[in-house]
């Protein structure tokens, strides 16, 4: 029988400071119990609209107001975090101490799938707090080169918890007992792929380089890439991308003209930047279809952005596709 490496023992190892494994451990836990509660769904009444919006006037499920309360109460316990930022929240929350760690997060992405039954997740970012005073939200806008750890759970037909922390990607699953167990070491992106995942209703609405760039794909082994591609696309952001995380591929969602004003639909804070490092300590790269999403600087607490990941010399055609114009 295989033996696992479990959490505890993983991050008794890691060369990271005691305070910051201490983050990570209270977020794993609070992801479990999460875990269990996505799992119960209408056997606990838990499913369906909460009757509220956040504060991107996205109506709210039920299971987003529990999952956030979950991890803002686990984390305000935490004595090494100084402030965190929800998606769901519209300012940041301090807790009155003074260096340590600030935690933004997505207690839920996806959740307009939980209804029917499709994975979902968590996503979770750590950056340094300041340590001359408590936290205030101008101290949340650092570029995402600065996290310390960032990571997600899936709660899908297996929960996993993939984590970088000091260096590199590895992913936990959740066993039967309620522990994390080291499955997938040392993960790593091929830097070519044949999938691709893009949200093709939206196809009208793209810029031209995206067009062309899906185009080439789609015209197969007699267009201008000569290989096939497939289309994969879940509608939740931590499923598309731990696909990716498994077997590679590049993951869209690009700026559409139906809003003109908003540069994109994902969140810098609270997806793009933990999931851009995640993706580039396993050898792949998240754009925002020309710079680096870790170089981003941001300029508020919601500030949205559109995302190009993956696979490195995918994302790199579609970069070159952006300059071109």
């Not at 300012?91 to 003074?98: L, M, P, Q």
């Not at 009208?204 to 067009?211: A, K, L, M, Y």
């Not at 869209?252 to 851009?276: F, I, Q, T």
């Not at 941001?298 to 055609?317: F, Y």
Request: with cysteine.
């Amino acid at each position: 029988m295989t033996t696992f490496v479990d959490l505890a023992a993983w991050l008794a190892a890691e060369p990271a400071d005691a305070a910051l494994k201490d983050v990570v451990r209270t977020i794993a836990s609070t992801c479990a119990q999460i875990s269990r509660v996505v799992a119960s769904g209408a056997l606990s009444g838990s499913l369906g609209a909460a009757g509220s919006t956040n504060v991107q006037d996205e109506e709210q499920k039920k299971l987003d107001v529990i999952t956030n309360d979950m991890l803002s109460d686990a984390l305000k316990a935490c004595a090494p975090v100084a402030g965190l930022a929800s998606e769901e929240l519209e300012e940041v929350e301090s807790t009155g101490r003074v260096g340590g760690y600030l935690v933004t997060f997505d207690p839920l992405d996806g959740s307009s799938n939980i209804d029917v039954n499709v994975s979902v997740g968590t996503i979770f970012s750590v950056l340094p707090a300041p340590t001359s005073h408590a936290p205030i939200e101008a101290d949340f806008l650092q570029p995402g080169r600065n996290q310390v750890a960032a990571g997600y759970a899936v709660y899908g037909p297996q929960t996993m918890l993939v984590l970088t922390l000091s260096s590199g990607v590895n992913a936990f699953t959740l066993s039967a007992d309620g522990q994390w167990l080291l499955t997938h070491p040392a993960l790593t992106i091929k830097p070519d792929t044949t999938e691709f995942a893009i949200n093709m209703s939206n196809q009208r609405h793209w810029e031209q380089p995206v067009r062309r760039y899906i185009d080439g794909c789609l015209q197969g082994k007699e267009g201008p890439r000569a290989k096939n591609f497939n289309m994969r696309w879940i509608a939740s952001m931590v499923a598309d991308v731990h696909r990716i995380m498994m077997r590679g591929g590049i993951f869209m969602y690009p700026w559409d003209a139906r809003e003109p004003g908003k540069p994109g639909k994902l969140r810098l804070m609270y997806e793009a930047n933990p999931m851009g490092l995640v993706v580039e300590r396993a050898g792949g790269k998240a754009t925002d279809g020309a710079e680096r999403i870790l170089d981003i600087q941001p300029t508020k607490l919601h500030q949205r952005v559109p995302v190009v990941l993956g696979s490195a010399n995918e994302v790199e055609i579609v970069r070159s596709e952006m300059l071109l114009g």
